[in-house]
């Protein structure tokens, strides 16, 4: 099969280098990959949002398979315009329908849906300009934390926790009155906040029925102990220590189960991964949040455990033949960490030449580029976050050491990465 991978960070990295180790991949493009992605198929110079050129590249490289990475082409609605394309129908687009990735697009929207099925979620309310004062004052009765969150897509950055109601206040005039996140946040979903340890799990759909792939845990905080500011993902473990055979199976038949049959019911064309972000509360199981595709940096865990075939797994989401397939798991911890730029998730200066990629790869350890681009014979900096180092162990510390190891022999001005993941577990 031609395949194309539309993105450029860790996680397309990841997907590039499974699927280049499939017997059914023929030719790999990348739209707009990476330093790193350029050692394993075509970088293609396309935006992913730009739908009308990478329909015209697949039709001319007779692309069999594309598989969307990032968030915004999915809520734009690429699936649907691939499949209602006559050049393109016949492709199999792993993501779901613009309809379906609302899930995502759209937290209001998320919340109803869960309401609509049954879902565990925390307790909100949404508002708008038009209830502004009601939003007000709902706000200052509100029991503290209280989590703000931009309705639409916020780069990451649209969520939020006030620890009093000044802050709130503000938070909520900045999003809705002067325009903070644009148009994402013109609504706004006031949650009561829940209180417990994060983790992410990933149902795999053709539409009709899923499998699960391994859980991951992320770590968002620049700094050590999950200190600082947010950032788009500092590092990751798979497996969870504490989630273990009896929470996961709750995670199946309170969460899986309901979203899965509630997309079928409500008509929501969905092929691809439900990322479902929970937290768990006295051992049970709430969502956060859906993601209509992979997250970043756990795709950098989730998928090297992954044993099966990428192509002949996600070929059988497009054909609704997830019924025979059964997800084999590497029973390894696999941890990564995040090397980022210096002043990232703040303001970070690009171009930065990195030195010693090639001496520092050892075997049980896999160098995934995000951020990076190539110049004649450099790699250079080119993002917030620029390298994710996965590593196989028999535990998590095992597994952290080697990374920080091979990061260590790497170099460029500026680079700072967290040696705690998975601090809690070690």
Same mark, same amino acid.
């Given at each position: 099969?031609?395949?194309?991978?539309?993105?450029?960070?860790?996680?397309?990295?990841?997907?590039?280098?499974?699927?280049?180790?499939?017997?059914?991949?023929?030719?790999?493009?990348?739209?707009?990959?990476?330093?790193?992605?350029?050692?394993?198929?075509?970088?293609?110079?396309?935006?992913?949002?730009?739908?009308?050129?990478?329909?015209?590249?697949?039709?001319?490289?007779?692309?069999?398979?594309?598989?969307?990475?990032?968030?915004?082409?999915?809520?734009?609605?690429?699936?649907?315009?691939?499949?209602?394309?006559?050049?393109?129908?016949?492709?199999?687009?792993?993501?779901?329908?613009?309809?379906?990735?609302?899930?995502?697009?759209?937290?209001?929207?998320?919340?109803?849906?869960?309401?609509?099925?049954?879902?565990?979620?925390?307790?909100?309310?949404?508002?708008?300009?038009?209830?502004?004062?009601?939003?007000?004052?709902?706000?200052?009765?509100?029991?503290?934390?209280?989590?703000?969150?931009?309705?639409?897509?916020?780069?990451?950055?649209?969520?939020?926790?006030?620890?009093?109601?000044?802050?709130?206040?503000?938070?909520?005039?900045?999003?809705?009155?002067?325009?903070?996140?644009?148009?994402?946040?013109?609504?706004?979903?006031?949650?009561?906040? &829940?209180?417990?340890? /994060?983790?992410? !799990?990933?149902?795999?759909?053709?539409?009709? *029925?899923? =499998?699960? $792939?391994?859980? %991951?845990?992320?770590?968002?905080?620049?700094?050590?102990?999950?200190?600082?500011?947010?950032?788009?993902?500092?590092?990751?473990?798979?497996?969870?220590?504490?989630?273990?055979?009896?929470?996961?199976?709750?995670?199946?038949?309170?969460?899986?189960?309901?979203?899965?049959?509630?997309?079928?019911?409500?008509?929501?064309?969905?092929?691809?991964?439900?990322?479902?972000?929970?937290?768990?509360?006295?051992?049970?199981?709430?969502?956060?949040?859906?993601?209509?595709? &992979?997250?970043?940096? /756990?795709?950098? !865990?989730?998928?090297?455990?992954?044993?099966? *075939?990428? =192509?002949? $797994?996600?070929? %059988?989401?497009?054909?609704?033949?997830?019924?025979?397939?059964?997800?084999?798991?590497?029973?390894?911890?696999?941890?990564?960490?995040?090397?980022?730029?210096?002043?990232?998730?703040?303001?970070?200066?690009?171009?930065?030449?990195?030195?010693?990629?090639?001496?520092?790869?050892?075997?049980?350890?896999?160098?995934?580029?995000?951020?990076?681009?190539?110049?004649?014979?450099?790699?250079?900096?080119?993002?917030?976050?620029?390298?994710?180092?996965?590593?196989?162990?028999?535990?998590?510390?095992?597994?952290?050491?080697?990374?920080?190891?091979?990061?260590?022999?790497?170099?460029?001005?500026?680079?700072?990465?967290?040696?705690?993941?998975?601090?809690?577990?070690?």
């Amino acid at each position: 099969m031609n395949i194309l991978i539309a993105g450029g960070g860790g996680r397309e990295h990841a997907l590039a280098w499974k699927f280049k180790q499939s017997s059914l991949c023929n030719n790999l493009y990348i739209a707009p990959g990476n330093a790193g992605t350029a050692s394993l198929g075509t970088n293609v110079a396309i935006a992913v949002t730009d739908f009308e050129t990478l329909a015209s590249f697949c039709h001319a490289n007779k692309i069999d398979m594309l598989f969307v990475g990032p968030e915004e082409p999915l809520v734009k609605g690429i699936y649907d315009y691939f499949k209602t394309n006559p050049s393109t129908a016949h492709i199999q687009v792993i993501g779901p329908s613009k309809d379906a990735a609302q899930l995502e697009g759209s937290k209001a929207f998320a919340k109803e849906f869960m309401l609509r099925n049954n879902i565990p979620t925390a307790a909100y309310r949404e508002f708008n300009e038009n209830d502004y004062p009601e939003g007000i004052t709902y706000i200052k009765n509100h029991d503290l934390p209280i989590v703000l969150k931009a309705d639409g897509l916020a780069a990451g950055k649209g969520v939020i926790i006030c620890n009093n109601h000044i802050e709130a206040l503000a938070e909520f005039e900045l999003m809705i009155q002067q325009a903070k996140f644009g148009d994402a946040g013109k609504k706004v979903v006031i949650e009561e906040f &829940l209180k417990g340890i /994060e983790l992410s !799990v990933f149902a795999l759909t053709d539409g009709v *029925d899923y =499998v699960m $792939l391994p859980e %991951a845990k992320d770590y968002k905080r620049v700094g050590k102990g999950d200190t600082g500011a947010n950032t788009g993902g500092m590092g990751a473990v798979s497996p969870v220590p504490f989630a273990d055979a009896v929470f996961l199976e709750k995670v199946k038949q309170k969460v899986v189960e309901p979203t899965i049959t509630g997309l079928q019911k409500e008509k929501l064309d969905y092929k691809g991964i439900v990322f479902i972000g929970l937290i768990k509360v006295n051992d049970e199981p709430y969502v956060i949040e859906y993601n209509c595709r &992979l997250g970043d940096p /756990e795709t950098e !865990v989730v998928i090297p455990r992954i044993d099966n *075939d990428l =192509v002949e $797994l996600f070929s %059988a989401v497009a054909e609704q033949r997830l019924q025979e397939i059964t997800i084999l798991t590497n029973p390894q911890t696999a941890v990564t960490v995040v090397a980022v730029s210096g002043g990232y998730p703040g303001n970070y200066q690009a171009g930065k030449i990195i030195s010693g990629l090639e001496d520092a790869a050892i075997e049980g350890s896999v160098i995934f580029h995000a951020g990076t681009k190539q110049e004649g014979e450099d790699v250079l900096t080119n993002g917030g976050r620029i390298l994710s180092v996965t590593s196989y162990g028999d535990n998590i510390a095992d597994a952290v050491g080697q990374s920080i190891y091979v990061l260590e022999n790497i170099y460029y001005d500026g680079m700072y990465f967290r040696d705690d993941i998975g601090f809690e577990f070690r």
